[in-house]
């Protein structure tokens, strides 16, 4: 938040920059996993809690149901990348 | 300035310093990112739910559909997130075999 610290990148020595380069690297990873599980969150949701609201916490059926939902559909991810594996020959 | 107390407001000198300094307004950053999408995504599906005919002001129901909803709604998230980390798990390993 506080960008406003100013920092001088020439002052990093060779190894800092390997390092922080590296943290980028995990940093941006975790992001992109980050953005994967909100979109997931967003279609198993609409599939999922189909009711009304009556209780801050997840009950059994809404449980499994998420589970199913996440793992469907990276079932079916991986079934389109095989198949299109399958395509290229 | 230090909002979420990330310290000292003197610019950095050594390169530690700056490399510190870096990550932790990535970091920071991340972590907001994080939150605006998860708060943006609550009230999108919650407002759905919860205030299907909008009136000239929320109603108690209404309040008390949006607290559960958003609690529901987080819960939701990190068994979504738990599923999804563990499946990866294991289709890494089988990666390496």
């Known amino acids: 938040m506080d960008a406003q610290t100013q920092v001088d990148v020439s002052k990093l020595n060779e190894a800092d920059k390997k390092e922080l380069s590296q943290i980028l690297a995990n940093e ?10 909100h979109s997931l969150s967003d279609v198993c949701w609409k599939k999922c809690i189909t009711g009304k609201i009556t209780s801050g916490r997840l009950d059994q059926a ?13 079932d079916a991810n991986l079934a389109v990348l095989k198949h299109l594996e399958s395509l290229r020959g | 300035m230090s909002l979420f107390g990330s310290g000292s407001s003197s610019s950095p000198d050594s390169s530690k310093e700056v490399k510190d300094t870096i990550v932790k307004q990535l970091q920071s950053e991340t972590a907001m990112n994080n939150a605006r999408i998860l ?16 009136g000239s002001s929320l109603s108690t129901n209404e309040q008390t ?4 909803c958003m609690e529901k709604y987080i819960a939701f998230w990190n068994e979504v997130s738990r599923t999804h980390h563990h499946r990866m798990g294991l289709e890494s390993k089988k990666m390496l075999l």
């Open chain 1, 62 to 74: 809404e449980e499994t149901c998420a589970q199913n939902c996440v793992e469907r559909w990276m």
């Open chain 1, 28 to 37: 941006t990873q975790k992001a992109t996993i980050q953005q994967t599980v």
């Open chain 2, 65 to 68: 559909c949006l607290t559960n």
């Open chain 2, 39 to 54: 708060i943006s995504k609550v009230n999108e599906h919650c407002f759905a739910k919860c205030i299907p005919t909008p």
